[in-house]
């Protein structure tokens, strides 16, 4: 494919495309140059991988917009896609962006052992959790507040476990003037960090619940007064690309509790499609 085309032109879809049009493109492509559909084809298997790098920065509203800064700064000139474009590193919400991303991908995501990025996407099924976390991000920043938080809801209904799914809904109900449930969630994100090993420290979130609680009246003022958030766990955060997360996945996965019948002992795994109440037609029909 040629260098010169850009992460719209992968998708055939045009830079004032809304989310519901890159989803629906991203899908219809996949299957269109799906690897599993073309005998192992080597051309297909890089046209994909390029398919699932344009849809990950374009699914992304930070990634998206760093993106079509840069489409607009080249004027028109051509853009080496592998090469010449990389997103700049935004505020992480857990401690580094590699954190943020596995969270993304891992937790309540049914992901196959030895798993890289365009493996995980391959599988268009499990990657359900996946798109309509992108479709709530996307739906937050576009101030769809209402739509956010009704897809999150879902979300956090699938996988209670996900940090970033409780962190979104939280960021919601502030915007919702619904300060006890945004704390509740807050609370959520730092009990599920500290489970983690190594645990989470979260500064971010101790930082907007902080806030959170000094707007509360005295009571809240209080708590601010009584919980200070803590400056110095902040952590710098890395540059982290989709290789290097492709590595910390299958390190991960490798270590992960093998599989008893359909479940695993790593914990329970509830099929997402029928908590979401769909039935989707099979993958390949």
Request: glycine content about 6%.
């Given at each position: 494919m040629p260098a010169a085309l850009n992460y719209y032109h992968v998708l055939g879809t045009s830079s004032s495309a809304s989310f519901r049009e890159l989803k629906k493109q991203y899908f219809q492509r996949a299957k269109e140059c799906h690897p599993d559909l073309h005998e192992g084809s080597v051309a297909m298997e890089e046209q994909f991988k390029l398919l699932v790098l344009a849809f990950e920065v374009l699914s992304d509203p930070h990634k998206r917009q760093q993106y079509d800064a840069t489409l607009q700064a080249s004027k028109g000139a051509p853009i080496d896609l592998e090469h010449n474009w990389q997103p700049t590193a935004h505020s992480s919400i857990m401690d580094t962006h590699a954190d943020d991303i596995l969270e993304e991908l891992i937790v309540g995501n049914d992901v196959p052992l030895f798993a890289t990025f365009q493996t995980f996407m391959r599988d268009l099924e499990s990657t359900e959790n996946?798109?309509?976390?992108?479709?709530?991000?996307?739906?937050?920043?576009?101030n769809h507040v209402n739509h956010a938080y009704?897809?999150?809801?879902?979300?956090?209904?699938?996988?209670?476990?996900?940090?970033?799914?409780?962190?979104?809904?939280?960021?919601?109900?502030e915007r919702k003037k619904m300060p006890g449930c945004a704390a509740r969630h807050y609370r959520r994100c730092l009990r599920l960090g500290s489970c983690r090993n190594p645990p989470q420290q979260l500064a971010h979130v101790c930082q907007r619940l902080?806030?959170?609680?000094?707007?509360?009246?005295?009571?809240?003022?209080?708590?601010?007064?009584?919980?200070?958030?803590?400056?110095?766990?902040?952590?710098d955060s890395e540059r982290q690309m989709i290789d290097e997360v492709s590595r910390s996945m299958s390190r991960l996965l490798n270590n992960r509790p093998a599989r008893?019948?359909?479940?695993?002992?790593?914990g329970k795994r509830t099929n997402s499609r029928r908590l979401l109440g769909s039935k989707r037609k099979h993958k390949y029909k």
């Open positions: 996946f798109v309509i976390f992108r479709e709530a991000k996307t739906a937050f920043y576009e009704r897809l999150l809801i879902r979300l956090v209904r699938v996988s209670s476990s996900n940090i970033l799914y409780h962190y979104y809904l939280a960021r919601c109900a902080h806030r959170l609680r000094q707007r509360g009246g005295l009571v809240g003022r209080i708590a601010a007064w009584l919980q200070p958030p803590d400056d110095n766990a902040i952590i008893v019948g359909n479940k695993s002992t790593a």
